[in-house]
Every structure is written in structure tokens, then in C-alpha cells.
């Protein structure tokens, strides 16, 4: 589970002396509607001076050296993050073993995932769409981290439930192929179906000998204080970010 502390989720697990992790709400920024206040995106039709002092108002909260932004593409590439990329990486991860820099993925119904080293030598990122789930992402940045699968503990954060992710029979099909028919049920619609994005995460992440995975239980499209591309269609994104204390 989480909780939210002034403007921020926190993970409730055991690593929060070593991993410093937020996903961000809406609330608290310099951007005006339909992107109020606290929206992180510069691709979504957003100011770029209140993006970026938003950017830049995370980064000194959280007291971090930098913070690594990626250009997301629903893919599964990692990256290596020790210190800032020029330019914004095409990626879907990333993960860094230096301290006080931060790692972050944008949200806005899709499933951040921070992975762990359970003593704190390494962190990192995923943003999990359907298609980044089902094609790898997880595995690749599991694999890119270079630690023990046992030795490491996740966080999902906020996302689009199953009781609110409503899809149609091509994305059912690809999670039939990729073998997460369990996280599938027929949906209210005929011809629709429900999809539990976070439940496929935590699915894969077990399979890959994640020791401890942790759900936050929030819902991105129920919750006022989260944006939400399903529910508000123009709208910002949150950040997940992830750092080594």
C-alpha cells in the first residue's frame, strides 16, 4: 500500500532508510489548466516554462542532485543513469547506482514500477503500458540492474485499476498471448474486457524472483489528486522518481 504525504505517494515497505521514492500528484505547481499545477510533461501541450519550474521545484524538494527525464515510448529499452543524458533518452527505464540522483518515469494511467536492490546499492524505473508489459520491460530492467532477483524488492505505484481499465479484443488478445489471461475478465461491455495492469506487474516481477512486491492500491483514474489520461483526456502527467539515499 501507500500513503500521501503533503504532495506526495510513499511506498509503505521496508527499504525508505536506503530508497527514497515519490510519485508525485497533481497538486502544488505553476501550470495552469487543464494541466493544474503540478504537471511534469513537456509532450503533452503543457508551457515550458511551467514544466520546467516544476521540474525544477521536484528536484530541489527532493533535495537530488538531478533528475534523469526520459522521452517514453512504450517500449522496453533501459538505460544506465549516472548522471544527467544530454537531450532526453528514448527509453522506457532506467536505473543508477549513484546516490542522490534521481531515476523517474511520467504517469497518467500507466503502471510506474520501482525495483530495488534491498540494500540500497542500486534503483530503478519502468513505465509499464500494456505493451511494455507484455513485450519485456520488466525483465530488461531486472536484467540491466545486475543484481540477484532475490536480493531485490518492487513498488508499483499509482495506476489504472482493472475495475476502471476497459479494453477491447485486440489488447485481450495480446494478454492471452503473452499469458496473462488471468489478469483478464469480461468486461461490463459486449465485446470489452478489464485488464489489471498492476496485477500483470507484480505477476512478472514474482516470475523474475523479485523477492517483495508492494502495490500502492491507488487507482489514477478514481483519485481527484492523480492525473489521469483516461478520465480527463488532455491532461498532465505525475512522475514516479527513485533515488539511493
Not at 18 to 38: A, C, E, H, I, K
Not at 116 to 131: L, M
Not at 171 to 181: F, P
Request: proline share 4%; with cysteine; glycine share 10%.
Amino acid at each position: 500500500m501507500s500513503g500521501i504525504v503533503e504532495r506526495w505517494y510513499l511506498p509503505e515497505w521496508s527499504l525508505g532508510d536506503r530508497v527514497g521514492v515519490v510519485t508525485t500528484t497533481r497538486l502544488g505547481g505553476f501550470s495552469n489548466p487543464p494541466y493544474d499545477s503540478f504537471n511534469l510533461a513537456t509532450h503533452v501541450g503543457d508551457e515550458s516554462d511551467a514544466v520546467m519550474a516544476n521540474r525544477q521545484r521536484l528536484r530541489q524538494e527532493l533535495a537530488l542532485k538531478d533528475i534523469q527525464w526520459l522521452e517514453q515510448v512504450h517500449g522496453i529499452s533501459i538505460i544506465a543513469a549516472d548522471h544527467p543524458t544530454p537531450g532526453t533518452p528514448v527509453a522506457d527505464g532506467a536505473w543508477t547506482d549513484q546516490r542522490q540522483f534521481g531515476v523517474a518515469v511520467l504517469t497518467a494511467d500507466c503502471v510506474p514500477i520501482v525495483v530495488a536492490a534491498d540494500d540500497g546499492s542500486v534503483v530503478g524505473v519502468a513505465h509499464g503500458g500494456w505493451r511494455g508489459l507484455f513485450n519485456g520491460v520488466l525483465s530488461e530492467l531486472v536484467a540491466a540492474m545486475q543484481a540477484t532477483p532475490a536480493a531485490l524488492s518492487a513498488w508499483i505505484g499509482p495506476a489504472i485499476s482493472k475495475a476502471a481499465y476497459e479494453v477491447g479484443e485486440d489488447v485481450a488478445e495480446c494478454a492471452r498471448a503473452a499469458g496473462r489471461q488471468d489478469a483478464l475478465c469480461v468486461g461490463r461491455r459486449r465485446g470489452r474486457y478489464q485488464l489489471d495492469l498492476p496485477r500483470v506487474a507484480e505477476s512478472q516481477l514474482a516470475e523474475l524472483g523479485v523477492r517483495q512486491v508492494y502495490q500502492s492500491g491507488i487507482c489514477s483514474l478514481g483519485s481527484p489528486q492523480t492525473y489521469s489520461y483516461r478520465r480527463d483526456g488532455v491532461t498532465g502527467r505525475m512522475a514516479t522518481v527513485a533515488w539511493l539515499r
